[in-house]
């Protein structure tokens, strides 16, 4: 379980306050991590893409494409607010965008000197098409790159082909430049289908030396894992993590969080989503229901700070349609609510210690390793 989340108690307490307060003026934190889609432009379309409607265009077409001038822009103000980690995903796919190694170039200027995180989420496909001073600026610049193994890919042999050559081909250059930093990952989708390939395909990557590999289920009306093979599957992948020593490589994520009904979401404004227009987005699934989920946009004059806990914003998180976004109103399989869920236990936990005396002391300590434990 994710450690990570204890360091955002304070800010889960600043922001429950924020949306319970009743003034036009609060103190809602500025968000930990940036999404921003730079294109949505993507030559894969797959089947279940989240973003199909958004990707409609075959053909290359940049005005689908994030202006350089607003990414720089977008970033100088992310760093005036200490919003220091950004995440370059889609949306489409980031490295199809007209000016990529314009934007990778703006990105190693701000990682230099603004001291500003970035990670990219791509399909991969358009690694081996980049020119050798983008793919070092990438290794030498992000904390990870992490490339999702396509519906198309699995689909596909050339697209399989294709991006194990790519995934080889990163992972050799950093072998050789043993000082860049990325953490070279993968990212699959289990469906209805492809329980036995996806096993197979863990086990290559594996072997293939991933540095990360991530595992999550498909959101699909049609494609979506059964209960039953969820069990399955997380039942083979415990046994492979052991038999390839894979703990800190392998992470697996099938299942949901549960509420009970009438599930609020609270927690969102620790991340924001910024589309390649500069639409500012309370969370990366607005696509479901995109105008309630909007809070403003960028343009070359404005900032963050124009929209970001005003009244507005908090308003449309108090009226989330979860139905519609999550597409459930008693679960989501994204990780804001699993950290919902365990800032929600931790809170009932210290609300419970807070009537101890002091001899309770050991149990105390006892309850917060337990809790820790659960984390791992
Ligand atoms: C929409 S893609 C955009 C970035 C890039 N093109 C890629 O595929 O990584 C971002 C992430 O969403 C995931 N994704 C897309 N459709 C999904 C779905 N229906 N359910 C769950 N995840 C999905 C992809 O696997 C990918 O990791
Ligand atoms: S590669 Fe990514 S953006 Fe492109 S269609 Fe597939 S999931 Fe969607
Ligand atoms: S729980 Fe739903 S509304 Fe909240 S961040 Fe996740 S997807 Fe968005």
Redesign the pocket.
């Known amino acids: 379980m994710n450690k990570r989340i204890l360091q955002y108690e304070n800010d889960a307490r600043r922001i429950l306050k924020a949306l319970s307060s009743k003034q036009a003026k609060n103190d809602m934190p500025y968000p930990k991590m940036a999404y921003i889609?730079p294109t949505y432009q993507?030559s894969?379309h797959?089947k279940?893409?989240?973003?199909?409607d958004h990707i409609k265009e075959c053909k290359k077409n940049k005005s689908l494409d994030m202006d350089l001038q607003l990414f720089r822009t977008i970033l100088t103000d992310l760093s005036s607010l200490g919003v220091m980690n950004v995440e370059l995903?889609?949306?489409?796919?980031?490295l199809?965008h007209g000016n990529i190694n314009e934007i990778i170039e703006v990105v190693s200027e701000f990682r230099r000197n603004n001291r500003m995180d970035f990670g990219i989420?791509?399909?991969?496909q358009s690694i081996s098409r980049l020119n050798e001073n983008t793919l070092k600026i990438i290794l030498e610049c992000f904390a990870y790159i992490?490339?999702?193994?396509?519906?198309q890919s699995s689909e596909n042999i050339r697209l399989r082909e294709e991006y194990f050559n790519n995934l080889s081909q990163l992972l050799e250059y950093k072998e050789k430049n043993k000082k860049l930093k990325a953490i070279i990952g993968s990212?699959?989708?289990l469906t209805s289908k492809n329980k036995d390939k996806l096993l197979e395909t863990v086990s290559e990557l594996l072997d293939l030396g991933v540095e990360h590999l991530k595992i999550?289920?498909?959101?699909?009306p049609d494609?979506e894992p059964s209960f039953e093979d969820l069990i399955e599957v997380e039942e083979e992948l415990r046994s492979l993590k052991s038999e390839k020593s894979a703990n800190d490589i392998l992470q697996v994520d099938l299942g949901k969080t549960v509420y009970p009904a009438g599930f609020k979401c609270w927690i969102n404004p620790l991340s924001v989503t910024i589309d390649p227009y500069g639409g500012i987005y309370i969370c990366?699934n607005f696509h479901n229901d995109p105008e309630n989920m909007m809070i403003g946009k960028y343009n070359k004059n404005n900032s963050l700070s124009d929209f970001w806990g005003k009244l507005e914003h908090v308003e449309k998180i108090r009226n989330i349609n979860t139905e519609l976004v999550c597409e459930s109103d008693t679960s989501c399989?994204c990780r804001f609510v699993e950290y919902q869920n365990i800032l929600e236990k931790i809170s009932i936990e210290k609300n419970n210690l807070k009537h101890m005396g002091n001899d309770d002391c050991d149990i105390r300590n006892s309850l917060k390793l337990k809790r820790i434990d659960r984390f791992l």
């Open positions: 889609y993507c894969l797959c279940n893409c989240m973003y199909k995903c889609g949306g489409g796919e980031p199809e989420l791509t399909n991969g992490r490339l999702s193994f396509s519906e990212k699959l989708l999550k289920s498909i959101r699909s494609d990366y399989n």
